[in-house]
């Protein structure tokens, strides 16, 4: 299974809204709407902010907002501040009924 | 409060053997499926296996197929991660994951533990 493709790096001033992609295959992001979203500060465990493409668990911000189209999910962070710097994953379940992350990005606040 | 609590982790040879556990407690553990990830140093994460809730159906990355066992004692609430025939790329913080999707893998994580260092080494 091979890693869904992410923009290395995305910056962005405060205030501003940037978007990440996430792309993968019909076998896993196309076929599934069980694709998530994972935000990492350094030295930190991951922490869940988007599942099943669109929804936010109890606490994350609404700047926080995902979307799909086709074999490409998306993660939006509107209204961007300084603690949304960190490195953000992608994710989603796949036809092996596996697991696949993204390749990564890291998010720089300008 | 869910809590994951890994421990285990350790300096272990190539060819050697380690097992994780992940103590899990804040939630009804056999309801709810767990995973396995891993990111190995500067790396990014890789998912590396899953178990159900009742612990009847696992899956695994290919990279560690045939080579890591992954179990759980719903009696204990403890999630482990056999892990034979080490290998240097298998050098990496583990992370126990509790699953959003219930008892069957969706493999969507809403809680993550801390993590634990296993570094492959001579």
């Known amino acids: 299974q091979s890693a869904l493709t992410q923009p290395a790096s995305v910056s962005g001033s405060p205030g501003q809204s940037i978007t990440i992609s996430c792309t993968g295959t019909?076998?896993?992001?196309?076929?599934?709407?069980?694709v998530s979203w994972y935000q990492q500060h350094p030295g930190k465990a991951p922490k869940l902010m988007i599942y099943?493409?669109?929804n936010r668990p109890s606490g994350v911000s609404n700047r926080f907002s995902g979307s799909k189209s086709g074999n490409t999910a998306s993660l939006t962070i509107s209204g961007l501040q300084a603690e949304d710097e960190a490195d953000y994953y992608c994710?989603?379940?796949?036809?092996?009924?596996?697991?696949?992350f993204g390749t990564g990005t890291k998010v720089t606040v300008l | 409060e869910v809590q994951l609590v890994e421990s285990g982790g350790g300096l272990v040879q190539p060819g050697g053997s380690l097992r994780l556990s992940c103590a899990a407690s804040?939630?009804?553990?056999?309801?709810?499926?767990m995973s396995w990830v891993r990111q190995a140093p500067g790396k990014g994460l890789e998912w590396v296996s899953a178990?159900?809730?009742?612990?009847?159906?696992?899956y695994y990355a290919d990279s560690v197929k045939g080579r890591f066992t992954i179990s759980r004692d719903n009696s204990k609430n403890t999630l482990y991660l056999q892990m034979n025939s080490l290998r240097a790329e298998d050098t990496a913080v583990y992370y126990c994951?509790?699953?959003?999707?219930?008892?069957?893998?969706?493999?969507?994580?809403?809680?993550w533990g801390q993590g634990t260092l296993v570094t492959v080494s001579s």
């Open positions: 804040g939630f009804t553990f056999s309801s709810y499926a």
């Open positions: 994951a509790k699953d959003h999707g219930g008892s069957v893998v969706v493999a969507q994580a809403d809680y």
């Open positions: 178990i159900s809730g009742s612990g009847g159906s696992t």
């Open positions: 099943d493409v669109s």
């Open positions: 994710s989603s379940y796949t036809s092996s009924s596996k697991g696949v």
């Open positions: 019909s076998s896993d992001v196309g076929g599934y709407n069980y």
